[in-house]
């Protein structure tokens, strides 16, 4: 889909926030550890193109969830290494050689599989997964990793990671934490062929258990100013949110006691008020269920009322403003603030969702400070 570009609806992405916080995050982790800027999904929804030109310089090495992604960032003439975080589809090999793609290998299943259709993995770079405990992908059984590390060699694979992800590291109890960490470094230990790099960290486990980094962090929503945990957790630092979601009123009445509004006709005026239209809608990602939250009107908090249609929502306001008047979805407008995490509690999700929801009707303009 084309972006919407005439309409005022719009994220702002401020690139110098994700820089900022790069280098927030730098001057709090050991010398020497190698940054890994998770790029997957647009950039958490932020644009992925402009997200990695800004931060190449500033990271080791950018992550993705699949090759696609991968090869978006080489057409963008991004140089850097990059690893797909996810399984790839077999096929997908000779792409990864000819591209300078990291695969990650997770399972004997799968090295069978690409084993049988190419025996040689000559220039082929791999990082090994372990599954400590989020049971999702990766190696569980020490023997089988063992054997697995021996074919990947003997096909001539660099195998240069091993790594694994964390469940809980956003959360207050430590426990799950403490076994998945004690799980991977001794899978780690006993691996007869020891990878160059061995990285564990997210962004939550960069922030709350900063101890446990091993040779590399990869660095995902703390990167793009959210709290991994929502606000369950403090941060330990100040970061920077780097997305503003925009708008303006393209319409505003005042309607009479007894008026319905929207689909459904969910809601009736009491009294005499000020209604204001904004085009932004569930297809932007702006869900059916932001209705009765709020957005910001110089400064205001303004309840969504009525349905949230697929284009355009409707808001109560304290008194008529003209056409074109700023509406705040996500980020500040004078004194207030709505946060990703505020619109990610409405909804009963996380504010990873929130960002990476919003598609690609709305346009992304950046800032660079
Ligand atoms: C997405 C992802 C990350 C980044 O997670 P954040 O919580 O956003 O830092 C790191 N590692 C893996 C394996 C992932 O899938």
Wanted: net charge negative.
């Amino acid at each position: 889909m084309k972006a919407s570009l005439h309409r005022p609806t719009r994220a702002i992405i401020d690139l110098g926030a994700i820089c900022f916080n790069v280098e927030q995050i730098s001057r709090h982790i050991p010398k020497g550890v190698k940054k890994f800027a998770v790029v997957k999904a647009n950039a958490y929804g932020h644009g992925v193109i402009a997200v990695a030109k800004s931060l190449q310089d500033k990271v080791d090495a950018f992550c993705v969830s699949n090759i696609d992604e991968a090869l978006e960032l080489r057409e963008a003439a991004i140089e850097l290494p990059i690893l797909i975080l996810g399984v790839s589809a077999v096929e997908s090999i000779p792409l990864a050689i000819e591209h300078r793609i990291t695969l990650t290998v997770a399972s004997k299943e799968w090295l069978a599989l690409a084993l049988a259709t190419y025996p040689d993995l000559t220039g082929l770079t791999v990082h090994i997964k372990i599954d400590s405990g989020m049971g999702r992908i990766g190696f569980r059984d020490l023997s089988v990793l063992n054997e697995s590390l021996t074919k990947l060699q003997a096909a001539g694979a660099d195998i240069e990671g091993v790594f694994t992800h964390f469940a809980t590291a956003d959360e207050k109890e430590v426990d799950h934490f403490e076994q998945q960490l004690h799980q991977f470094r001794s899978f780690v230990e006993k691996m007869e062929i020891r990878p160059r790099l061995v990285h564990a960290s997210n962004s939550a486990t960069t922030l709350w258990h900063s101890d446990t980094i091993m040779q590399a962090v990869r660095l995902g929503d703390v990167m793009y100013g959210l709290n991994p945990s929502g606000s369950v957790l403090e941060l330990p630092y100040e970061i920077k949110p780097a997305l503003r979601l925009e708008s303006e009123l393209v319409h505003v009445k005042e309607i009479e006691p007894g008026s319905k509004v929207g689909y459904g006709a969910t809601y009736e005026a009491k009294e005499k008020e000020f209604i204001g239209t904004v085009p932004i809608g569930y297809a932007d990602g702006w869900t059916r269920d932001m209705q009765g939250f709020s957005v910001l009107v110089d400064g205001q908090f303004c309840p969504i009322v009525g349905r949230v249609s697929m284009d355009q929502i409707t808001i109560h306001l304290p008194k008529s403003y003209p056409l074109g008047t700023p509406v705040v979805l996500i980020g500040r407008s004078g004194a207030s603030e709505i946060s990703a995490t505020d619109v990610a509690e409405q909804r009963g999700t996380i504010n990873y969702e929130v960002v990476c929801l919003l598609s690609d009707r709305v346009p992304r303009d950046y800032k660079a400070d």
